[in-house]
């Protein structure tokens, strides 16, 4: 079984919205968050929320624009991502820290968002 698995990626242009998701299956984590891979770039942080408290962060680049949530009882984690640029067009990948350990380990396999001009 698939611990994260992704949905809600696409193609849109610039000013557009999506909603990414992600179906944690079967546990659980204590934050969860997205990160992003432009073609030729490194990976990098978007947004992460811890799973109690409800405390969000964002990277600078996206913040006013996307907001990060999750649904405990649909074990689910979401970014709603609005006024696209082309610059967003990345694979956006869903993580989670297990409880008990202080890093991303384990990662969704990523869905596709291209934005265009």
């Known amino acids: 079984q698939v611990p994260l698995v992704e949905s809600g990626g696409g193609s849109v242009q610039a000013g557009g919205s999506l909603r990414l998701s992600c179906v944690a299956s079967g546990r659980m984590f204590s934050r969860m968050g997205w990160f992003r891979q432009a073609p030729g770039k490194e990976r990098e942080f978007v947004a992460d929320i811890t799973w109690i408290s409800n405390i969000a962060n964002y990277t600078d680049s996206i913040k006013e624009r996307f907001t990060i949530s999750r649904d405990n009882a649909k074990l689910t984690l979401y970014l709603q991502m609005t006024s696209l640029k082309p610059e967003d067009t990345a694979v956006y990948y869903c993580?989670?820290?297990?409880?008990?350990?202080?890093?991303?380990?384990?990662w969704g396999q990523g869905t596709q968002v291209a934005v265009s001009s």
């Open positions: 993580a989670g820290v297990p409880w008990g350990q202080r890093e991303y380990s384990l």
